[in-house]
């Protein structure tokens, strides 16, 4: 089970920190992801890390977003800076498939960014 939270509704130039917290030990041993869907769109990538801490980030957010991971508290962070009115969106966390064990998303979180 994944459990999304942080978001919310910010100015443009603004930042948030969104946080993906898990139960069971698959979330330390797989790549996490951030997903984002916008009203209209398909869902995207934004970024991801992997079990040994590889990062991998979308265009679109190179060099604003940050992942990183907390083994010990089983969970995965995203920090969001200089948002932009285009940042709007709900993100989702992602735990992918590991082994037999199936992957999971967690429930989104509404991210709102006003100009």
């Known amino acids: 089970q994944l459990q999304a939270s942080g978001g919310g509704l910010v100015q443009a130039g603004g930042s948030l920190r969104l946080s993906c917290a898990a139960s069971?030990?698959?979330?330390?041993?797989?790549?996490v992801g951030w997903y984002r869907q916008a009203p209209g769109k398909q869902r995207e990538l934004v970024a991801s890390?992997?079990?040994?801490?590889?990062?991998n980030y979308g265009d679109s957010v190179k060099g604003r977003f940050t992942i990183s991971r907390d083994s010990a508290k089983n969970a995965v962070y995203l920090q969001m800076n200089s948002l932009k009115p285009e940042d709007t969106a709900v993100y989702y966390c992602?735990?992918?498939?590991?082994?037999?064990?199936?992957?999971?998303w967690g429930q989104g979180t509404l991210v709102t960014v006003s100009s």
């Open positions: 992602n735990a992918e498939p590991y082994g037999s064990l199936p992957g999971s």
């Open positions: 069971g030990s698959i979330f330390r041993l797989t790549t």
């Open positions: 890390i992997t079990s040994r801490g590889s990062t």
